[in-house]
C-alpha cells in the first residue's frame, strides 16, 4: 500500500527546545510545523524564559512534540567514524561510564561520528513535565545535530553556520567537521527558510518539529529512548489501522453502490425484457391465430375452386388459339366439381385443374392439340383422360385434363 504512506506519516508536531544555563535557568523555544500536500508550514513559534509549564496555554496539547536539549548536562564526544559499537564510543566519552544511566545519540558525517549523551534522570525531567501537561512526546534530540537535515533550507551560503551560540563547521562537501559553543556566536545575519523570516533561537525547534514530521523519509537524528520510540510506533500504527479502516470502508461502500446500482440495472433490464416476453407472447398468439383464420380462408378459397386470380378469359382464349381444325371443343370446365369427394360441407372443386370435353374423328389430332397446350409457361401438365369413338355419330369423344 505504498500510495497510502502519505498518509501515515505525522502531518502536524511542534519541536520545543531548552536550553540549559550554567546556574540551572533554562530557555524554552517552540514552533510548530505542518504539512499539507508536500508543503510545510510554520504556524507557531515563539519562546519563554523559565517557565515550562506554561507551554499548555501557548502551544496546545494535541500536536506531537520533538525535544531537543541543549546546554548544561549534555555532553558530546567527537570521535572519528570508524569507532566499534555503543559501548566503545560511550567509554571514550567518560571512562568507566554505565552506560544504563544515559541515553545515547549517535550522528555520523562522512568520517565523523558525533556522539551526545544525557543522563536519563534529567531527560525523564524534562519528558514527565511535558507529559503532565498532556503533551505526547515522541523524538528526543540532543545538541544541534537534528538541524542536519535542515540547514540547506537555511540562506547560507558559507561552510560554516553560526546561530544562537553554536558554530557548525563543515568542510567543502558540507560535511560536518566541528561544533562550537559560544555565546559570541549569533547570526550575523536574519535567517530565512524560503521567504519566510525565522529567528536564529527557532532554529533549533524548527529542526525538531521538521524531522519528526518527515520521519518516514529520512533517518532523524535521535536519542534511544526506548519509550518514546514504543509510542511513536504506536502512533504511526494506530494512524495506518485508521486510513486502511478507511480505505476498506470506502472500497465497501464503493463496492455496494455498484452493487446497488447492478441490481437497480438488472432490475430494468428484467422488468424490459418481462415485457418484452410479454408481447412476444401476445405477438405469438396473435400470430397463430391469424394463421389459422388464414389458413381456414384458403381452404374456403380452395372449396369455392378460386385459382389465385388467373384471367380464365385469357387462358380460354389460348387454349382455343391452339385448336387444331380436326378437334371439335364442346366444353371448358376451369376448376370442375370432384365429383368423388362431397360432404356435409357442400361440394368440393378440383384445385388447378381444366378439363377440355370435345370430338375428333382421329385421337392423333386430339394428341396433337395436347402437345400445343404442353408449350404454354402456364401449364404445368396435361394429358388425355379418355378417348371412347361413338359409331353412332361416328366420331370420337374425348376429355382433356390440364394442371396449372
Not at 551526545?116 to 519528558?127: E, M
Not at 555565546?183 to 519566510?196: L, N, R
Not at 387462358?315 to 360432404?343: M, R
Amino acid at each position: 500500500m505504498g500510495i497510502l504512506s502519505p498518509y501515515y506519516h505525522i502531518n502536524q508536531a511542534a519541536g520545543i527546545t531548552i536550553d540549559i544555563a550554567q546556574d540551572g535557568s533554562y530557555t524554552i523555544n517552540c514552533c510548530q510545523v505542518s504539512t499539507d500536500h508536500k508543503q510545510l508550514s510554520i504556524e507557531k513559534k515563539f519562546g519563554v524564559k523559565d517557565d515550562a509549564e506554561g507551554l499548555a496555554k501557548q502551544l496546545g496539547t494535541k500536536v506531537p512534540i520533538a525535544l531537543n536539549l541543549s546546554g548544561k548536562g549534555i555532553l558530546t564526544k567527537q570521535v572519528a567514524a570508524t569507532s566499534g559499537d555503543e559501548q566503545q564510543d560511550m567509554a571514550k566519552i567518560i571512562p568507566n561510564l554505565n552506560v544504563d544511566d544515559f541515553y545515547l545519540q549517535q550522528f555520523a558525517s562522512h568520517d565523523q561520528l558525533f556522539v551526545s549523551l544525557v543522563r536519563k534522570t534529567l531527560a525523564d525531567h524534562w519528558i514527565n513535565l511535558l507529559e503532565q501537561q498532556g503533551f505526547t512526546v515522541l523524538m528526543l534530540s540532543l545538541g544541534p545535530f537534528a538541524a542536519s537535515h535542515m540547514l540547506n533550507q537555511l540562506n547560507v551560503y558559507e561552510s560554516d553556520v553560526v546561530f544562537n551560540g553554536i558554530q557548525i563547521s563543515r568542510d567543502t562537501d558540507l560535511n560536518w567537521t566541528a561544533v562550537g559553543y559560544s555565546p559570541a556566536f549569533q547570526a550575523p545575519f536574519t535567517f530565512k527558510i524560503g521567504a519566510e523570516p525565522i529567528d536564529q533561537q527557532l532554529i533549533m525547534p524548527y529542526a525538531a518539529a521538521f524531522q519528526l514530521v518527515l520521519a518516514d523519509k529520512l533517518e532523524p537524528v535521535r536519542a534511544k529512548v526506548d519509550a518514546l520510540d514504543t509510542r511513536y510506533g504506536q502512533l504511526i500504527g494506530t494512524k495506518k489501522l485508521k486510513v486502511t479502516g478507511a480505505l476498506i470502508l470506502g472500497v465497501f461502500f464503493i463496492l455496494l453502490l455498484l452493487n446497488f446500482v447492478t441490481l437497480s440495472w438488472l432490475n430494468s433490464e428484467n422488468s424490459r425484457l418481462d415485457g418484452q416476453a410479454s408481447l412476444s407472447a401476445n405477438s405469438s398468439s396473435d400470430m397463430q391465430m391469424l394463421t389459422a383464420q388464414i389458413k381456414a380462408k384458403e381452404a374456403l378459397l380452395k372449396d369455392m375452386g378460386w385459382d389465385g386470380g388467373f384471367n380464365k378469359a385469357r387462358i380460354i382464349d389460348q387454349l382455343a388459339a391452339l385448336l387444331p381444325g380436326e378437334v371439335t371443343l364442346k366444353e371448358i370446365a376451369i376448376n370442375p366439381p370432384d365429383i368423388n369427394n362431397k360432404d356435409s360441407r357442400g361440394q368440393h372443386f378440383l384445385d388447378r385443374r381444366i378439363k377440355l370435353s370435345g370430338n375428333s374423328q382421329q385421337v392423333i389430332a386430339v394428341n396433337e392439340w395436347i402437345a400445343r397446350i404442353k408449350t404454354l409457361k402456364w401449364v404445368k401438365g396435361a394429358g388425355l383422360d379418355s378417348f371412347e369413338f361413338d359409331n353412332d355419330q361416328n366420331t370420337g369423344k374425348f376429355n382433356i385434363v390440364i394442371n396449372y
